[in-house]
């Protein structure tokens, strides 16, 4: 039988999520749920009905998974413990702070219903968390460091838009050359914020706004772009969207740690990460986590759970036996 998952909101996130579930043979997408008035709504799978968000917990006995692709900031907060009363659930939460409050809200309200909620689920937070506990854990004796892009980070390009005289705009983060060369060397430098990553701005100026002022405004932004070397680009709009419609991202985990009864021995762990598009590889990871869910409910669990608390072998469609004689 096929795990039957649902879709709840239906934006990049959403619509990436439709494209993974199509390569999971082992999955089906059951309903797509929405906001907006459904009717406007057109999704990719032939014969599937979208629903208003307000429907979906009459639909509790039709969905074995429901995959929430809200925002952080507003959405996922109210929405997981609402939906995740009814359905088991994965999202993408990644405001890293206030993971340890929504983890509780998260785990009253799945306990209460019975169901399991993974939460954090994506690259970074997800396969990024991992790569540093297994790091950690192999190498205690060592410093671990997370470098973020070459990409283009959705938060500080709204940020951008945000500014005075801007009509539109892109920001890159990127990981500085010379700081990624000095982690891997194994002598675990001290990296300051504004040694570690470069911030790259393209920015679509409103007709006769102060390119000056604009400029000033962003690099002296606080808790986005004060702390970073930060360059600011202006250009048109048929540039920008030439040249950048696309969302990539993508990273490194390094960790440089030592052995030997006298630390005599360097190792250097290291993950990367180069995506095409943000949105439909978090997509691509949250549907195999859907799949643990559906799987620890099964079993009885119940409550919140992040990827540390899942087993490999739940993420993937292939049988144990499978899993020894191909992967191991």
Not at 146 to 160: E, N
Not at 260 to 280: A, Q, V
Not at 289 to 314: I, L
Request: contains cysteine.
């Amino acid at each position: 039988m096929s795990i039957r998952v649902g879709i709840y909101g239906y934006g990049n996130l959403g619509r990436g999520v439709e494209c993974a579930l199509k390569q999971n043979p082992d999955m089906e997408l059951a309903a797509v749920f929405t906001r907006r008035n459904p009717a406007t709504v057109t999704v990719l799978t032939e014969g599937v009905k979208v629903y208003h968000t307000d429907e979906a917990k009459n639909m509790a006995d039709e969905i074995d998974v429901m995959i929430l692709c809200g925002g952080s900031a507003t959405d996922l907060p109210v929405q997981t413990p609402e939906v995740g009363k009814y359905f088991n659930t994965v999202n993408s939460f990644d405001t890293h702070a206030k993971i340890p409050e929504h983890f509780q809200a998260v785990d009253a309200a799945a306990k209460e219903g019975g169901k399991v909620s993974l939460i954090s689920v994506g690259w970074d937070p997800g396969m990024f968390s991992l790569n540093r506990l297994y790091a950690e854990a192999i190498l205690p004796e060592g410093e671990a460091y997370t470098f973020w892009g070459k990409g283009v980070s959705q938060g500080h390009s709204d940020a951008i838009r945000r500014v005075e005289g801007v009509k539109d705009g892109k920001q890159y983060t990127i990981p500085k050359e010379e700081a990624l060369e000095a982690v891997r060397s194994g002598n675990n430098p001290a990296l300051t914020t504004r040694e570690k990553h470069l911030r790259e701005c393209f920015v679509v100026p409103e007709e006769g706004a102060d390119l000056q002022k604009i400029e000033e405004t962003i690099k002296t932004m606080p808790n986005y772009f004060a702390d970073y070397d930060t360059i600011v680009h202006f250009i048109s709009e048929e540039e920008l969207k030439r040249d950048h419609s696309e969302i990539p991202h993508g990273g490194f985990v390094i960790r440089s740690g030592k052995s030997g009864w006298e630390k005599e021995h360097t190792h250097i762990i290291e993950y990367s990460l180069k995506l095409d598009s943000n949105p439909e590889f978090t997509s691509a990871v949250l549907v195999a986590y859907a799949r643990a869910a559906y799987r620890m409910n099964q079993e009885g669990q119940s409550g919140c759970r992040t990827v540390f608390d899942v087993a490999p072998s739940y993420l993937s469609a292939k049988s144990a036996e499978e899993l020894r004689s191909h992967l191991l």
